[in-house]
């Protein structure tokens, strides 16, 4: 939590720098990744499942991040904003740990127990 709270910080610093005012959009697909990972929540039979299947979920929205800053890094290196995409590479890397650490969980025990009961 406090890590999104400096990753929204960074971005206001951002769009502040660009005269930029954000919009407050929510995004469609972010939405949908977490009503999928709802859903499963819903239908999933045990905790091991339910852990395992919210693990999968997580990690899909940590590659959607990746996906997201890295190109907000690539973008801002094309156009010239230096300083800009050092911010923008900070949070993708914490995206990229925080994906790390998921696949840790996933390979390990949860997943093999969850096979282990299915
Ligand atoms: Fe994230």
């Known amino acids: 939590m406090e890590e999104t709270k400096e990753q929204k910080n ?4 951002i769009c502040s720098t660009m005269h930029i005012t954000p919009s407050g959009e929510i995004c469609k697909t972010m939405k949908g990744l977490i009503k999928e990972a709802e859903s499963f929540i819903e239908e999933a039979e045990d905790d091991e499942i339910m852990d395992a299947g ?3 979920g997580a990690q899909r929205v940590e590659h959607y991040e990746i996906s997201g800053y890295g190109t907000a890094v690539r973008y801002a290196k094309e156009l010239g904003h230096r300083d800009i995409a050092k911010k923008l590479q900070v ?3 914490e995206e990229y740990d925080a994906g790390n650490k998921l696949d840790e969980l996933a390979e390990g025990r949860l997943n093999r127990k969850a096979i282990d009961q299915a």
Request: net charge negative.
């Open 54 to 56: 919210l693990i999968a």
């Open 91 to 93: 949070t993708l890397d």
């Open 10 to 13: 960074r971005l206001e610093i």
